[in-house]
């Protein structure tokens, strides 16, 4: 593959940025820095496919990046601080694991991405197989801070960061088709559910849930 | 996007009634505001779906590069929507009582009854696409729309089942989808890039020439990925509270469904790999997740208290035992699971329409508060006696002959492997019998409530679909019809 020395280097390095992000994200204790931290991996993933898309002169994947960059940078962050703001959860931190651990499985986790990746990948493109390892790498972070975290919302954070691996891995993979598709089914479902679970339950929290807790409340005296 | 456009089907192609009834219906229910007419909507808009799929038998489009139908999921296929239209009699009459009992809105009504045929409509997308990444976004949408059904009644349960339901789910799939990306860059080398490189009828081909030992990494992905979303042991923990919180026609569609569709799925990428002589055996590994299931579930079976969860728990069952028999592949094996597929479905479906009507005349789904059933609804009361004995595995009933071929062909390779299958199937046994007998016999409990205000026409309906299906199981039991049998062994054959 004819690929320039400057392409490689900048694809790794923006690969790198999205990686850095996700071991943020393992030690951020406030819900507000989790989400900018969150916004910024999005922006790196964003910049990610626009320079994949242009190294590989394939022109679908700025669709991909203009929806990472608006949907996952802008919007996801947005609504999730309108969120935390109304249910008044600015100050919670929860870890189910001292920052300390988390951050040494988080090493161990991309050590192991990368054993693994490269001795599968020897035939592959070398711009592939680090990418690749990179993208387990985040998707490993992500998952490692859905199980260390109890907040709905870090939990929902965690998800799109591992997902962000899973996008940084197929705009990686040279020509993959449906790329554009899978991102967009990504977004709406995670906007659907968020919409569909969180805002009513929000609004079942200030119109009816008082009263429920009032009823639980005088049957149990009973 | 365009090239996929000029691939979609032509109006002489049932597959486009069958993708495009379910699509166009989900959009039209979503605004339609009378909740009756609504029920009836939905039933035609299955039925006419279930009537595209007979077509199917007898005009079988060719592939494409976003469609296919072949010997295998042509019968996943028939029997999605055969089992698609049953739910949705069977959901008129359950809707029908419950919005007597005021649970709930119009609002979610309309809700409810699009995101069916949205359901329905990925799964049969999911069944026939011919496209790695189609079939992914398809089980993904699949998540969604079920995600937002077992939240639809929005207790604090429902509401925590469907969170949990999403979060393992969406993350089983987000693996998937890395597997998936693994297997285009396997066969990248061989297939090289575009949509045929992930197109099935192109890769099954090739497939004996992809990269090993990234196809090794692939499958693990995979089968993590979409065996979370099977519910295979330890992966099932979503299962049973999504089983139990949401309407009880969704946990028919679940159980007896989407199960199979993650299963196959599942398969379909067990299939590329076999093709490939360097890459792992996934047999172990399947057969290694189908136990594990298998004595989970049986054990889980006699602890539980909520009757909606006690036949989740057995669907995990099951699904192991399927799980089991593909695993040890090989013609006979692959045959009983299918079939075991086929009645578990039926069966399963109609348990969970018997326990529809069960739980809304005691107006409680705790088993210790359901007594006498036989004695006090003695049409419901039997159907339910014969359906939980079928699922048991008790003859003459199809799962029988089922588990019993799944038995045999295990003697007959590994009988070492057939102790713990046996040993498993006794313990669930037992665990049903026992819960059975409560509920079953004894003196009757006093209805609670909406009972007395459901029609016979609501009861007739709500009890049709269990006879239907129990029938079609007792017949499988008694006799296969020879075609059948000979579409089985070849759909076996192909599974390798």
């Known amino acids: 593959m004819a690929i320039s020395q400057i392409s490689y280097e900048l694809a790794h390095l923006i690969g790198a940025t999205v990686l850095m992000a996700g071991f943020q994200l393992l030690y951020q204790r406030r819900l507000f820095a989790v989400l900018n931290t969150f916004a910024f991996q999005a922006v790196a993933l964003a910049a990610a496919a626009a320079w994949q898309a242009h190294i590989q002169d394939a022109p679908h994947l700025y669709v991909t990046a203009v929806i990472a960059l608006v949907f996952k940078a802008m919007i996801v962050p947005f609504a999730l601080h309108w969120l935390v703001e109304k249910l008044g959860i600015q100050r919670s931190v929860e870890t189910a694991m001292s920052i300390g651990w988390t951050m040494m499985a988080g090493v161990g986790l991309v050590a192991l991405s990368i054993l693994l990746v490269l001795p599968v990948t020897a035939n592959a493109a070398a711009l592939t197989r680090e990418s690749l390892a990179l993208a387990m790498s985040v998707v490993l972070l992500g998952l490692l801070m859905m199980i260390t975290r109890r907040n709905a919302v870090s939990q929902v954070v965690g998800f799109m960061a591992l997902e962000n691996g899973l996008i940084l891995a197929a705009v990686s993979a040279k020509g993959m088709p449906l790329v554009v598709e899978i991102s967009i089914a990504f977004s709406v479902l995670v906007a659907m559910t968020l919409f569909g679970i969180f805002f009513f339950r929000i609004r079942e929290r200030f119109d009816t849930l008082d009263l429920h807790d009032l009823e639980t409340w005088r049957g149990d005296r009973q | 996007m365009i090239g996929y456009l000029s691939s979609l089907p032509g109006a002489d192609n049932p597959l486009l009634w069958i993708l495009g009834v379910p699509l166009g219906a989900a ?37 494409n590069k976003l469609l296919f139908i072949d010997d295998f999921n042509i019968y996943l296929v028939l029997l999605t929507t055969f089992v698609g239209m049953t739910t949705a009699v069977f959901s008129a009459a359950y809707i029908a009582r419950e919005t007597a009992s005021e649970r709930l809105s119009e609002l979610h009504l309309r809700f409810y009854h699009s995101m069916y045929q949205a359901f329905l409509f990925t799964m049969l997308l999911a069944l026939t696409a011919n496209n ?32 949990k339901y999403f979060i393992l ?15 285009y860059l396997a066969a990248q080398p061989v297939m090289g890039d575009g949509a045929e490189a992930m197109a099935w009828t192109m890769m099954i081909k090739q497939a004996h020439a992809f990269q090993p030992d990234l196809m090794n ?19 099932h923990s979503w299962l049973p509270d999504a089983h139990a919180e949401g309407p009880t026609p969704i946990s028919a569609v679940l159980s007896g469904l989407l199960l199979n569709v993650a299963l196959y799925a599942l398969l379909r990428f067990k299939m590329l790999i076999s093709a490939n002589e360097n890459a792992l055996t996934p047999g172990p590994l399947l057969v290694m997740m189908g136990l594990s299931s298998l004595f989970l579930a049986a054990f889980m079976l006699y602890r539980r208290g909520d009757i909606k969860r006690l036949f989740a728990y057995s669907s995990i069952e099951h699904m192991g035992v399927i799980t089991f028999a593909f695993g040890m592949g090989g013609a006979l094996a692959n045959f009983a699971g299918l079939m075991h597929m086929t009645m578990h479905s039926l069966t399963k479906s109609a348990i969970f329409f018997a326990v529809g009507i069960i739980s809304q005349n005691a107006g409680t789904k705790r088993i210790a508060d359901i007594r006498g059933l036989t004695s006090s609804h003695p049409v419901l009361g039997w159907g339910f006696v014969l359906a939980v004995l079928a699922i048991a595995g008790m003859p003459p009933m199809g799962v029988f002959m089922s588990e019993f071929l799944v038995v045999s062909s295990t003697f007959a390779r590994q009988p070492l492997l057939a102790i713990p299958l046996v040993l498993g199937l006794l313990l669930a046994f037992g665990a049903l019998a026992s819960r059975l007998q409560m509920m079953a016999f004894g003196e009757p409990t006093k209805p609670v409530h909406a009972h007395a205000r459901a029609s016979t026409l609501s009861s007739i309906l709500a009890l049709t679909p269990l006879w239907v299906h129990m029938l079609l199981v007792l017949v499988a039991g008694l006799y296969l019809p020879r075609e059948l049998v000979e579409w089985f062994q070849a759909v076996a054959g192909i599974l390798g």
């Open chain 2, 27 to 63: 959009g039209f229910l979503a605004v339609l505001r009378d909740w009756r007419v609504a029920t009836w909507v939905n039933v035609a808009a299955s039925a006419i779906t279930f009537g595209a799929s007979l077509l199917l038998l007898r005009l079988r489009p060719p592939p």
């Open chain 2, 132 to 163: 790695t990444g189609v079939m992914w976004v398809a089980v993904e949408s699949a998540t969604l729309t079920t995600v937002l059904m077992v939240s639809l009644y929005r207790t604090r349960e429902a509401i925590e089942a469907a969170w």
């Open chain 2, 169 to 183: 789910c969406s993350v089983g799939i987000g693996l998937a989808l890395f597997g998936t990306t693994l297997v």
């Open chain 2, 217 to 235: 990494l692939a499958f693990v992905f995979v089968l993590v990925g979409y065996g979370t979303k099977v519910g295979l042991a330890p992966l």
